[in-house]
């Protein structure tokens, strides 16, 4: 089983500062099945990437993805208030199992 | 508009059992891997159980993780739009809030999640 873990467990930033979160795989995944989420408070998650790189309906161009093999990233270039939240990425493996990282919370400094 | 409503939760004693539905509207649900994922409150995510689309077509095909395989059972009626999970043999555990998701590879539709406490 493919183990993801996220890092840094809490990312510290003010509004307009760029935010890089990192996903690592215990073992290669093919790059059209991992995807980011974003959970507010309170609020169910939402899909913001998927196959890596491309961006769910409605998900601002702020938000981008990248990354193969075990590395993977999320990046949102300019932090507006409603970003602040907890970000999971996910892969989908064989068996098939859907797997999810622990999470990265983006906070206010 | 897509929307997923689940309903069922509460508090449940360890051993117990408690069934779980999900009401989809605004989608053809037959067309659509169902799932679902649960969290502990403050923590992170853990896929429960999937169920394909069209049982009359291609059979269900279902998994289920690990920890829920034996004591969990997820199915779906197309005609009433709803998908269910049987949870049976509950342990302390399996306190979590749950939800149905939509999607194959991603799960692009959420429900607000139905929190289920097991407890004495």
């Known amino acids: 089983e493919i183990v993801l873990t996220q890092s840094p467990g809490t990312l510290s930033l003010s509004p307009g500062e760029r935010a890089t979160l990192s996903c690592r795989a215990s073992?290669?995944?093919?790059?059209?099945?991992l995807a980011w989420y974003q959970q507010k408070p309170g609020q169910s998650p939402r899909l913001l990437i998927f196959?890596?790189?491309s961006r769910a309906t409605g998900i601002p161009d702020r938000f981008s993805g990248s990354g193969s093999g075990t590395d993977f990233t999320l990046t949102i270039s300019r932090l507006e208030p409603e970003d602040f939240a907890v970000y999971f990425c996910?892969?989908?493996?064989?068996?098939?199992?859907?797997?999810f990282g622990q999470g990265t919370k983006v906070e206010i400094k | 508009e897509v929307q997923l409503v689940e309903s069922g939760g509460g508090l449940v004693q360890p051993g117990g059992s408690l069934r779980l539905s999900c009401a989809a509207s605004g989608f053809s649900f037959s067309d659509y891997w169902m799932h679902w994922v649960r969290q502990v409150p403050g923590k992170g995510l853990m896929w429960v159980a999937r169920i394909d689309g069209n049982s009359l077509i291609h059979g269900s095909n279902i998994n289920y993780a690990d920890s829920v395989k034996g004591r969990f059972t997820i199915s779906r009626d197309n005609a009433k739009n709803t998908l269910y999970l049987q949870m049976n043999s509950l342990r302390a555990e399996d306190t979590a809030v749950y939800y149905c998701?939509?999607?194959?590879?991603?799960?692009?539709?959420w429900g607000q999640g139905a929190l289920v406490t097991v407890s004495s």
């Open positions: 996910q892969q989908y493996g064989t068996s098939p199992t859907w797997t």
């Open positions: 196959g890596t790189s």
């Open positions: 998701a939509r999607g194959k590879i991603t799960l692009d539709y």
């Open positions: 073992q290669s995944v093919n790059s059209r099945y």
